[in-house]
């Protein structure tokens, strides 16, 4: 690993003052330090927030606030969450492992990068971590790459669990600039797709930190579902995930999100099935039907068709399992 500098400020201003190109906060640690020991990251200096930002869970009449530096395993053991966000508690716990997420934070977790092989092997072209080499993934394996959204440039998937019931959810992620500025960023708007500028994950401005993520009150709390399929139980990334909520009024669906992992390099919405599955019993017909609208948006890669079978799988499992939640 290349030496570098280890500061802890103690507030966020501090954080935010010594912000640089050069200089990158860490919170947990888990994907930074990864990414430092392949030399892939090459920060000059490290500023560690954990001290610097808030890392609480606090409710009120609009919905629930959890603030950057409140650890995984606390989200998904909060009394609230539990209560009124189960499908967040759900996705965060198909994630890792307990003790990874003892230590990755709630910022860190929307902020990891891609587990495409290729990326983490400075031995071959990768546009994402130098623009303009290739993608070697694109004719390469691509077993575990995206089936939509992608380009020509990259076909990389997003990584989390978290972050797919967080899009279900229609989360807000609150950043601060130098300027000291407070902004909202919607869920959907925050994470990038590759376009022609793959090395760039997401929207969050240069130089800003992630001091909260923000979910509105939702009716969910009795219909929903996270479905995981992945090679094997633990410590892996999923081949495809689908965070399901439904809301039902006199036996129809008046309200339905569906968002999955592993199909793209955002969470990916599933608008156009949600809004079949609108006003309609919750039967398994529709749900097949729902589900098939969803692979119809899909063109996979010469190697991951199977994910397209598997998706169809995953959101009828997801959509049944929301009536035994
Ligand atoms: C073996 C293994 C298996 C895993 N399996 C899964 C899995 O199945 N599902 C899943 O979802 N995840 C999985 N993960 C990923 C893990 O959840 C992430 O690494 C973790 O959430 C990152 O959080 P962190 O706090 O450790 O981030 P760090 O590594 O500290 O930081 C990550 C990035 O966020 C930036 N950052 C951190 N805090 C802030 C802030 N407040 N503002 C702005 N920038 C910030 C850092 O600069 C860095 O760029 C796995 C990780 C490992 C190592
Ligand atoms: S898919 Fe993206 S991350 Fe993977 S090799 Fe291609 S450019 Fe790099």
């Known amino acids: ?3 570098f500098i280890f500061t802890k400020p103690a507030t966020a201003d501090q954080a935010l003052i010594k912000k ?26 490290l500023l560690d927030v954990t001290n610097a930002l808030p890392a609480a869970i606090t409710a009120n009449t609009k919905g629930i606030r959890i603030d950057a530096m409140v650890r995984n395993s606390a989200i998904a053991s909060q009394a609230e969450v539990l209560s009124q966000f189960p499908l967040l508690a759900k996705a965060v716990l198909a994630g890792a492992s307990p003790q990874i997420r003892n230590m990755a934070s709630t910022a860190g977790n929307l902020l ?9 092997d400075t031995t071959v072209p990768c546009n994402k971590r130098i623009p303009g080499t290739g993608c070697s993934a694109m004719d390469g394996d691509n077993r575990m790459s995206a089936i939509v959204g ?21 989360a807000n992620v609150l950043v601060t600039g130098r300027d000291k500025k407070q902004h909202s960023i919607p869920f959907k708007d925050f994470h990038r797709l590759p376009g022609t500028t793959p090395q760039l994950d997401n929207n969050l401005p240069a130089n800003a930190v992630i001091t909260a993520v923000e979910i509105p009150g939702n009716r969910f709390q009795k219909n929903f579902a996270y479905v995981k399929v992945r090679d094997r139980d633990s410590y892996a990334f999923a081949l495809i995930s ?19 992992g592993g199909v793209a390099h955002k969470p990916w919405r599933w608008y ?27 063109k996979p890669l010469a190697n991951n068709k199977f994910k397209t079978v598997m998706l169809q799988g995953a959101i009828e499992t997801a959509l049944q399992n929301c009536l035994t939640a």
């Open 1 to 3: 690993m290349r030496p």
């Open 112 to 120: 990891q990068r891609t587990r495409c092989p290729y990326f983490y």
């Open 150 to 170: 992608y380009s020509n440039q990259c076909v990389a998937v997003h990584p989390s669990d978290m972050c797919i019931a967080l899009a279900a959810l229609e």
């Open 20 to 45: 640089t190109n050069q200089a990158q906060f860490i919170a947990g640690g888990t994907n930074l330090l990864d990414l430092m020991k392949k030399h892939i990251a090459l920060p000059e200096e």
């Open 242 to 260: 689908v965070a399901a909520a439904l809301h039902m009024e006199a036996g129809v669906i008046s309200e339905a999100r569906l968002a999955s």
């Open 272 to 298: 156009k099935a949600e809004q079949f599955l609108k006003g309609k019993k919750p039967s398994a017909e529709n749900f097949r039907q729902a589900a098939s609208i969803a692979v119809g948006e899909t």
